[in-house]
């Protein structure tokens, strides 16, 4: 299974401004996906990021509001911008790797808990 | 559009009751079902993965099973360190690689 580590592990910010979360793995893969985690429900995915192509979008969620970069097979970064209290959230980055079964799990990072003052 | 639902959303065991945990799920087809495990402050944790009906997997005091319409996960005497969210998603076979969570069932397990 894939070793996955996310930067920062938490922060509090002020409304209006920006945060960059970064997501390493320890091997290649191919697709990574983002989720958020809002207080006390389940995950909900953001997008999903490829290398080498833009970032698929969920509905709701849109590029301006979360661009996402994937420069190469182990890196991706989801920016949270222009942020209000309601961004407050943990935000997740996953892979797909393989247990040796009939497909791919899916593999998630340790999160980055955000709260938006 | 793929749902999920997981009952109960709380369950409280005293240690050694079994239980079972309940996912109910909607796809058009199902290319697997995956359990996860989920402490506070933490990202879910990878459990199992069924892929079609009948099949079951164990792990230590956990065993998921898996029918046309919904997946149970059967805890056996379980322990205070079980305690924890434990989350059902669906993967659809029509491609989409991402995950269809349900809410989570939050056990608490006293000694």
């Known amino acids: 299974s894939a070793v996955i580590s996310q930067k920062p592990s938490r922060d509090i910010c002020q409304r209006g401004t920006s945060l960059t979360i970064q997501c390493q793995v320890d091997?290649?893969?191919?697709?990574m996906f983002w989720y958020r985690q809002q207080p006390g429900q389940s995950l909900t995915l953001i997008a999903t990021?490829?290398?080498?192509?833009?970032?698929?979008?969920e509905s709701g969620f849109v590029i301006d509001k979360f661009p996402i970069s994937r420069p190469n097979l182990t890196f991706s970064t989801l920016t949270v911008s222009n942020m209000s209290p309601e961004d407050s959230s943990i935000y997740l980055c996953?892979?797909?790797?393989?247990?040796?079964?009939?497909?791919?799990?899916?593999?998630f990072g340790p999160g980055t808990r955000l709260t938006v003052l | 559009e793929d749902q999920v639902t997981q009952s109960p959303e709380a369950l409280r065991l005293q240690e050694g009751e079994s239980s079972s945990l309940n996912c109910s799920y909607t796809?058009?087809?199902?290319?697997?079902l995956f359990w996860y495990r989920q402490d506070p402050g933490k990202g879910p944790e990878f459990l199992f993965t069924?892929?079609?009906a009948g099949e079951e997997k164990e792990k230590e005091r956990l065993k998921a099973t898996l029918t046309k319409k919904e997946s149970f996960l059967h805890i056996t005497a379980p322990k205070p360190e079980d305690s924890a969210t434990y989350l059902c998603?669906?993967?659809?076979?029509?491609?989409?690689?991402?995950?269809?969570f349900g809410s989570g069932t939050r056990l608490q397990v006293q000694p």
């Open positions: 069924l892929y079609s």
């Open positions: 091997s290649q893969v191919t697709m």
């Open positions: 996953s892979v797909e790797g393989s247990t040796g079964g009939r497909y791919n799990e899916q593999f």
């Open positions: 990021a490829n290398q080498g192509s833009e970032a698929t979008y």
């Open positions: 796809v058009s087809g199902l290319r697997g």
């Open positions: 998603a669906v993967q659809p076979d029509t491609g989409r690689r991402a995950l269809t």
